[in-house]
């Protein structure tokens, strides 16, 4: 015999329907964070924000700056901020690409 509260808040809490909605909610703001914090990303990297990086081409080997959108086994996406390119490379046509790290502030003795 299955033994039910008398206080109707405590029977919403534990009731199945409570946390089928806690659920979906649950999953809404992960989706919702995950969606705004994509557009501020696109936003700072349209204005030419983010990772600046050195790459030389295997082809010219003329040095040029970019902005690394990001790579995968295969390709790598560059972001020109001046002309408001997006380039697809494939690793073989890429010689190099560095960066410079940020610098450390200097600590007082």
Known sequence: MERRTTRKWLRWYGSPRYRLINNFAAIYIVLS???IFA???S???YAGEGNVVTDVFADNGVATGSLL???TGQFVFL????SRDVGLHPIENIHSISFKAPERPQQRP
């Open 79 to 82: 972001f020109d901020a001046d």
């Open 69 to 71: 959108l990001g790579t």
């Open 33 to 35: 964070f995950i969606h």
């Open 43 to 45: 936003r700072d990297t």
């Open 39 to 41: 557009i501020f990303q």
